[in-house]
């Protein structure tokens, strides 16, 4: 059903009310999911609008879009989207600072130990003793990432272990605010293989500091860019700071879009949301400021790839792995992160007089409020 702005505002502050016990009846269920696309639609028209705008906008394969050029698009990227997924390696369960956007925002201290010596690889604990055994049994992965949550706390950890798999062949990233980075620590992991490093620029709201360990990490690893979700602040700082960060030479730029959860929800109250898919709810702005963002570095003919990793990106992303696990037809771990759909984060966009439905349509009997349900 195509269900007019009005209604649906009318059902989601009566949704928004109910106890979080309380279980919709199947035609409720019907109209949050006709609200749902109804918004997604709207958003995509936009979006699509933007793209048409990007005069050189390529596709990688049908999985992800980017501008720029096509030697510096990240292979721990293509591993993630085209390869055997990618594979999360944990270790440092502590962080330097605490960001809005951070999925464990308010919880950094209450994230669990990995333990003492040891990695958590596919969700199994190792010792770097145990590698061997890992890589002789299991087929190697395209990639492996190193994530969870600052490495930079204890980088010299790492360098033992990221020697093994480089010896084995095998893609690695780094992910790092880039505050604790040193010119010594990030030489040391040059040395030791590393093959891609990120920098969550927008972490450190784009400071000189770590602008200038980016400049410094492209002396001694191959290739160096930035990974940040893209937000308002991000998009400000960078464009503030654009010459000196263009002029580290980095590689790539991925734009995340920022999706939500009940860590840091809260952070964003009052500001438009979707859902996409039924899966990552997002603040619309996001992607809009990434599509925004690839036309400047498009027209502005910037020498490195910028790289709109959306939630449709993280929905193939999921699609790719699962195949390659040899899971079954249209298998994925895509799925919203709400225990409960949020439907208060809903109402500042369905309440948003300038967001406009592209069609609507009268709601059917039975499904109109104050109507019965049977």
Same mark, same amino acid.
């Given at each position: 059903?195509?269900?007019?702005?009005?209604?649906?505002?009318?059902?989601?502050?009566?949704f928004a009310e109910l106890?979080?016990?309380?279980?919709?009846?199947?035609?409720?269920?019907?109209?949050?999911?006709?609200?749902?696309?109804?918004?997604?639609?709207?958003?995509?028209?936009?979006?699509?609008?933007? =793209?048409? !705008? +990007? /005069?050189?906008? %390529?596709?990688? *394969?049908?999985?992800?879009?980017?501008?720029?050029?096509?030697? &510096?698009? #990240?292979?721990?990227?293509?591993?993630?989207?085209?390869?055997?997924?990618?594979?999360?390696?944990?270790?440092?369960?502590?962080?330097?600072?605490?960001?809005?956007?951070?999925?464990?925002?308010?919880?950094?201290?209450?994230?669990?130990?990995?333990?003492?010596? =040891?990695? !958590? +690889? /596919?969700?199994? %604990?190792?010792? *770097?003793?145990?590698?061997?055994?890992?890589?002789?049994?299991? &087929?190697? #992965?395209?990639?492996?990432?190193?994530?969870?949550?600052?490495?930079?706390?204890?980088?010299?950890?790492?360098?033992?272990?990221?020697?093994?798999?480089?010896?084995?062949?095998?893609?690695?990233?780094?992910?790092?605010?880039?505050?604790?980075?040193?010119?010594?620590?990030?030489?040391?992991?040059?040395?030791?293989?590393?093959?891609?490093?990120?920098?969550?620029?927008?972490?450190?709201?784009?400071?000189?500091?770590?602008?200038?360990?980016?400049?410094?990490?492209?002396?001694?690893?191959?290739?160096v860019g930035i990974e940040?979700?893209?937000?308002?602040?991000?998009?400000?700082?960078?464009?503030?700071?654009?010459?000196?960060?263009?002029?580290?030479?980095?590689?790539?730029?991925?734009?995340?879009?920022?999706?939500?959860?009940?860590?840091?929800?809260?952070?964003?109250?009052?500001?438009?949301?979707?859902?996409?898919?039924?899966?990552?709810?997002?603040?619309?702005?996001?992607?809009?400021?990434?599509?925004?963002?690839?036309?400047?570095?498009?027209?502005?003919?910037?020498?490195?790839?910028?790289?709109?990793?959306?939630?449709?990106?993280?929905?193939?992303?999921?699609?790719?792995?699962?195949?390659?696990?040899?899971?079954?037809?249209?298998?994925?771990?895509?799925?919203?992160?709400?225990?409960?759909?949020?439907?208060?984060?809903?109402?500042?966009?369905?309440?948003?007089?300038?967001?406009?439905?592209?069609?609507?349509?009268?709601?059917?009997?039975?499904?109109?409020?104050?109507?019965?349900?049977?």
């Amino acid at each position: 059903m195509k269900i007019s702005k009005k209604d649906a505002l009318v059902w989601f502050e009566f949704f928004a009310e109910l106890p979080e016990d309380e279980e919709l009846m199947i035609k409720q269920q019907e109209i949050v999911y006709a609200t749902f696309a109804q918004i997604e639609e709207a958003i995509d028209y936009r979006n699509d609008m933007l =793209m048409s !705008e +990007i /005069g050189n906008l %390529k596709n990688l *394969e049908g999985r992800t879009l980017y501008v720029g050029n096509d030697s &510096k698009f #990240p292979n721990g990227c293509r591993s993630c989207l085209l390869g055997t997924g990618l594979s999360a390696i944990r270790k440092t369960n502590k962080c330097n600072i605490e960001c809005k956007f951070c999925y464990n925002y308010g919880g950094l201290d209450d994230i669990p130990p990995v333990g003492e010596g =040891m990695w !958590e +690889i /596919g969700g199994t %604990k190792f010792y *770097e003793k145990d590698i061997d055994l890992l890589l002789s049994i299991h &087929k190697k #992965p395209t990639g492996i990432s190193y994530v969870y949550l600052e490495p930079f706390m204890e980088i010299e950890k790492y360098y033992p272990l990221i020697r093994k798999f480089r010896k084995a062949g095998i893609h690695q990233h780094l992910y790092t605010n880039g505050i604790l980075a040193t010119e010594e620590s990030l030489k040391a992991l040059g040395e030791a293989g590393l093959d891609e490093l990120r920098f969550n620029l927008g972490a450190a709201n784009c400071a000189d500091k770590v602008i200038e360990n980016i400049r410094i990490a492209k002396k001694y690893i191959k290739n160096v860019g930035i990974e940040t979700p893209m937000t308002p602040e991000f998009f400000e700082g960078f464009f503030r700071k654009k010459q000196a960060i263009l002029d580290t030479k980095l590689d790539f730029i991925n734009c995340a879009e920022l999706h939500l959860n009940e860590n840091n929800i809260d952070n964003y109250y009052g500001e438009n949301m979707y859902i996409c898919r039924q899966g990552y709810v997002s603040p619309i702005w996001s992607r809009e400021l990434t599509l925004k963002f690839m036309k400047i570095a498009d027209d502005e003919k910037w020498d490195l790839a910028v790289h709109d990793c959306s939630n449709y990106t993280k929905f193939a992303r999921n699609l790719n792995l699962s195949s390659k696990e040899g899971k079954w037809f249209g298998a994925s771990n895509y799925a919203c992160e709400f225990p409960r759909t949020p439907y208060e984060a809903f109402l500042p966009i369905l309440r948003d007089e300038s967001f406009k439905f592209l069609t609507e349509e009268e709601l059917p009997a039975g499904y109109k409020a104050g109507e019965l349900f049977f």
